[in-house]
C-alpha cells in the first residue's frame, strides 16, 4: 500500500470515526482513535505504522500542542490564578502520586514507569467540560471560570513535568551528563522560552506580516513552532514542550485570533488525524486480559484523584461543596494531553506496548464518564439551590 492510498484512508476514516462519535455525544478524539484501533493491526490490519504515519504523526503531536498554547487564555489564569492554581496543582498532585505508588507497590512498576503513568492521570482535557457547562448554562460562572483557569495551569504543569521526567528518565535523555549540566540545560531552556517568547516572538511575526508573499503570518507561526520544538530537543526537552511555549507566547500577541484560523485547519485536516490514528496502530489486545485489575485500579484512581484535588483546590478558597464538586467534575476529563502523554512515554521507552494500551483504555473510559459526572453535580446543585429557594420562600411567607 502506498502512503498517499495510506493517507486517503486515514483520513477518509478519521472524519467517519469522528461524525459517529458525534452523532453519539462522545469527543470526536474517540472516533479517531478507534478508527487506528479497528483498521490497524489490533483487528482488520487495513493499515500499519511505517516511516511515513511516524512522521506525519510526530508533526501532528508538535502542531497539536502548538495549537494548545495558542488557544490558551493566560488572562483566566490571572484573574483566578490562585485558585485556579490550587484546583490545577492538587489535580496533578494526587492522581499522579496515587498512580505511582499503586503501581510501584501493588504492581511491582519500576518507578520511573510508575511516575510516567501517574503523569498520564494528571492530565485534563477542558474542552469537553466546557462543551458540558455551555449546555447547562454553567460556563459564565465562578465554577466555570475556575475550571477554565486551572486548565491552562494544568496543561502548563503536566507539559512542563512531561518535557523534564523524558529529559533525564527517558531512553533518548542525557543520563550519561553530570547531574548539574542537565539541570543547567534544563534552566537555560525555560530561560530561552521566556526572553524569547517575550523578546523575539512579537517582532518577527511583526516582520514576517509585512512580507509580501502569501499566507506570511501562518507560515511565521509553524517556523515559530517547529523552532522552538528543534530548541527543546537540542536542549534534552521533548519537542511538544517547545512548540506548547511557542503557542503560549503567540498566544498573548494580537496575531492570536487570525493564526488559530489558518493554523487549525492545517492540523486538524492532516496531520493531527494521522497522529490519533497512530497512536491507535500502536495497540495490541494481546495480554491485556491479564490486565484488567490494573485498568479498573487506574479509571478509579483517574477519576477520584482529579474530582477529589480540584474539589479540595476550590473548597480552599470558599466555594460550597456544591460548587467544588463541580470544578473537580470539570477536571476529570482526559484527552490529548493524556494520549500526548502516553505517546511520549511509549516513545522513550518507560512504558510498553501493553500497558501503553491499557493507558488508552483508561483515558477513553474517564473521557466518557466525564461528562457524565459533571452533568450529575450541576443537576445536584441547581436542585439543591432550589430546595434552599423553597425553604426560604416558605419563611417568608
Known amino acids: ?122 492530565a485534563t482535557s477542558v474542552s469537553i467540560s466546557v462543551q458540558v457547562l455551555k449546555e447547562m448554562g454553567r460556563l459564565n460562572t465562578k465554577e466555570g471560570a475556575i475550571i477554565l483557569g486551572a486548565a491552562v495551569a494544568d496543561d502548563i504543569i503536566c507539559v512542563i513535568l512531561l518535557g523534564i521526567c523524558v529529559a533525564f528518565f527517558g531512553s533518548s535523555g542525557s543520563s550519561n551528563q553530570p547531574l548539574w549540566l542537565m539541570i543547567s540545560t534544563k534552566l537555560l531552556f525555560f530561560i530561552l522560552m521566556f526572553v524569547l517568547g517575550k523578546w523575539f516572538i512579537p517582532p518577527f511575526m511583526s516582520f514576517f506580516s509585512k512580507l509580501k508573499t502569501s499566507e506570511n503570518e501562518a507560515t511565521g507561526a509553524l517556523i515559530l513552532c517547529f523552532g522552538f520544538a528543534s530548541i527543546a530537543v537540542a536542549l534534552g526537552m521533548s519537542d511538544v514542550l517547545g512548540a506548547y511555549f511557542a503557542g503560549i507566547a503567540l498566544s498573548e500577541t494580537s496575531f492570536k485570533r487570525s493564526l488559530a484560523l489558518k493554523i487549525e485547519p492545517i492540523g486538524y485536516a492532516v496531520f493531527i488525524p494521522v497522529f490519533f490514528v497512530s497512536i491507535g496502530l500502536n495497540i495490541s489486545f494481546k495480554g491485556l486480559q491479564s490486565d484488567l485489575a490494573f485498568i479498573i485500579s487506574l479509571i478509579v484512581i483517574a477519576i477520584i484523584g482529579k474530582q477529589i484535588g480540584g474539589a479540595l483546590g476550590a473548597r480552599l478558597f470558599h466555594l460550597t461543596w456544591s460548587e467544588s464538586n463541580i470544578v473537580g467534575a470539570g477536571m476529570v476529563s482526559r484527552g490529548e494531553m493524556a494520549l500526548v502523554v502516553a505517546n511520549v512515554a511509549l516513545g522513550a521507552k518507560l512504558i510498553d506496548s501493553n500497558h501503553y494500551t491499557a493507558m488508552i483504555v483508561v483515558t477513553v473510559v474517564t473521557t466518557i464518564i466525564a461528562p457524565l459526572i459533571l452533568k450529575f453535580f450541576i443537576q445536584r446543585s441547581a436542585k439543591q439551590n432550589e430546595t434552599v429557594e423553597n425553604i426560604l420562600n416558605e419563611v417568608k411567607v
Open 1 to 122: 500500500m502506498t502512503y498517499l492510498v495510506q493517507l486517503v484512508i486515514i483520513l477518509a476514516l478519521t472524519k467517519l470515526g469522528a461524525h459517529l462519535s458525534s452523532i453519539l455525544n462522545f469527543p470526536s478524539v474517540i472516533g479517531e482513535l478507534l478508527v487506528g484501533i479497528i483498521a490497524g493491526p489490533a483487528v482488520l490490519h487495513i493499515l500499519v505504522g511505517t516511516t511515513f504515519v511516524n512522521y506525519f504523526s510526530e508533526i501532528g503531536v508538535i502542531v497539536l500542542m502548538f495549537i494548545a498554547g495558542l488557544e490558551g487564555d493566560l488572562s483566566l489564569l490571572m484573574k483566578y490564578w490562585k485558585p485556579a492554581l490550587t484546583v490545577a496543582a492538587l489535580g496533578v498532585i494526587l492522581p499522579t502520586i496515587s498512580a505511582a505508588m499503586l503501581c510501584a507497590l501493588f504492581f511491582n512498576f519500576a518507578w520511573t514507569t510508575s511516575i510516567f503513568i501517574g503523569l498520564v492521570l494528571s
